[in-house]
């Protein structure tokens, strides 16, 4: 991996502890690594983890049920438009490619 930035973020000791244990436990190498493996789920709109968002955000009040209902139907609505046009992965992928040849700062 190349050009790669630094995130941080701030845990309790005792959480950041149980997070190690955990991610040890689950086979993964490194924090890095699940944090890349959460990230990419949910930029890649993973289907389970947006199951898990949705229910988070209305748990912690992120969002109120109407609201994650709409979002809910949006990504549905956004799915079915993408199986009707014939969009593979690859293309939209592409197309996000040529987007940031075009526009970096995206």
């Not at 609201?67 to 809910?72: C, E, G, L, N, P």
Request: net charge negative; aromatic share 8%.
């Amino acid at each position: 991996m190349k050009n790669l930035i630094k995130a941080t973020i701030l845990l309790d000791p005792k959480l950041h502890e149980d997070l190690k244990i955990r991610i040890h436990y689950d086979g993964f190498k490194t924090q890095s690594e699940f944090m890349r493996a959460c990230i990419v789920s949910y930029l890649s709109r993973d289907k389970k983890f947006m199951e898990f968002m949705d229910h988070y955000k209305i748990d912690e009040k992120l969002q109120s049920k109407a609201q994650v209902r709409k979002s809910v139907k949006l990504r549905q609505a956004g799915e079915s438009l993408i199986e009707k046009m014939g969009i593979t992965e690859e293309e939209i992928e592409n197309i996000f490619d040529l987007l940031e040849e075009e526009i970096p700062e995206l």
